[in-house]
């Protein structure tokens, strides 16, 4: 079993910049496939990035080019960099991790706003 626990949300206005952390214990980081989800107000949510433990990543197509998911399994801690932030980039971030079962964070708030 692993616990997650995400940072670094917060209140940013369009074009700025955020790093959201998850930080991971109880369990080998290493051998998990980690990604971020994200869920705005009346919307599903989606997958935003997914990193695997072979450094593999995939990203949601508005946020190509913007965002960077990031490991350090000997941190056990993974990372998004989000760039040129939007409007619709708003809503709670998720931290999930998978290996045999999902995991969850207990969600940040991101909220890009002028």
């Known amino acids: 079993q692993v616990h997650l626990v995400e940072s670094g949300g917060g209140l940013v206005q369009p074009g700025g910049s955020l790093r959201l952390s998850c930080a991971a214990s109880?369990?080998?980081?290493?051998?998990?496939?980690v990604g971020w989800y994200r869920q705005a107000p009346g919307k599903q949510r989606e997958l935003v990035a997914r990193i695997t433990s072979g450094g593999r990543t995939n990203y949601l197509d508005s946020v190509k080019g913007r965002f960077i998911i990031s490991r350090d399994n000997a941190k056990s801690t993974m990372y998004l960099q989000m760039n040129s932030l939007k409007p619709e980039d708003t809503g709670v971030y998720y931290c999930?991790?998978?290996?045999?079962?999902?995991?969850w964070g207990q969600g940040t708030q991101v909220t890009v706003s002028s």
């Open positions: 999930n991790a998978v290996h045999l079962y999902d995991y």
């Open positions: 109880g369990s080998i980081f290493s051998i998990y496939t």
